[in-house]
């Protein structure tokens, strides 16, 4: 999952960016409201964790003007503002969550976790499809109890497929989530990401769950037979496994 961090002091930016990695978390930090705010408009990430005292445009301001502009992605605020009224603001203004410092690093792993299995509409960390399981506390894939391993991008382009079960997911889209718009290899590489995953799933048991929607991109196939299509992709186009 791709973390955005608001966080001025780098020493801080280091050590929480240090502690989302270990936890299996990309992260791209920013230190200022004005970069921040710039970047949740510009990309799809599944969180953003924010620092309320900016020196620019606090964070109040960053998650009101993100929600005025209908930007999708839930905000976690991380600070050490204890205050009641601080947090009262923050929830007012549109956070998802708020976390005091000095954290638990598990404690913040799991609000962390929790706040993106509710933006997406989960209550409980396992993510399912047929017999196929994803853990997203722990990052174990499994299919009929038999783990699967995967590489990291693979892992993260399965996690992605599932979080969005049913909606058309385009190249780009992939793209976004595994790089986040810097250093981008060419599209292809999703292609091969897609076929290796498509044969450790395969021979694990889990059939073809991964479709191909020619000329848009992927998509996990749901039990039911509708799909939804994401904001980026086209509606109603026929779907074949590749």
């Known amino acids: 999952m791709r973390i955005l961090l608001v966080e001025p002091n780098a020493r801080k930016a280091e050590e929480t960016t240090r502690h989302m990695e270990r936890a299996g978390f990309t992260v791209d930090h920013v230190d200022t409201g004005h970069d ?15 620092e309320v005292r900016l020196k620019d ?3 109040f301001e960053v998650i ?22 601080t947090k ?12 005091t410092r000095p954290y638990e690093s598990m404690e913040l792993t799991a609000r962390m976790q929790a ?29 009929q109890g038999h783990s699967v391993h995967l590489t990291g991008k693979e892992y993260m382009i399965l996690e992605l497929l ?24 060419e599209m292809k590489i999703i292609d091969v990401f897609i076929c290796k995953l498509r044969k450790k799933l395969q021979v694990a048991g889990a059939g073809q769950l991964i479709a191909t929607v020619w000329g848009q991109g992927y998509v996990l ?8 299509v994401a904001p980026f992709g086209a509606p109603r186009a026929q779907v074949t496994v590749a």
Do not use: Q, W
């Open 64 to 85: 009101r003007v993100s929600r005025a502009a209908r930007v999708p992605t839930p905000v976690l605020v991380l600070s050490e503002e204890r205050d009641a009224a």
């Open 36 to 50: 921040g705010l710039g970047m949740l408009k510009s990309y799809n990430y599944d969180l953003a964790v924010m």
């Open 115 to 143: 706040v993106i299995r509710r933006s997406k509409g989960y209550s409980e960390p396992t993510l399912r499809a047929g017999p196929l399981e994803l853990c997203l506390d722990s990052r174990a894939v499994s299919v």
């Open 162 to 185: 599932l979080l969005r079960k049913g909606m058309v997911l385009t190249k780009d889209a992939f793209l976004n989530h595994l790089y986040g718009g810097m250093d981008e290899p």
């Open 221 to 228: 196939r749901d039990e039911t037979p509708a799909l939804s």
């Open 88 to 99: 009262v603001k923050a929830f007012s203004t549109g956070a998802d969550d708020y976390v």
């Open 57 to 59: 445009l606090d964070g």
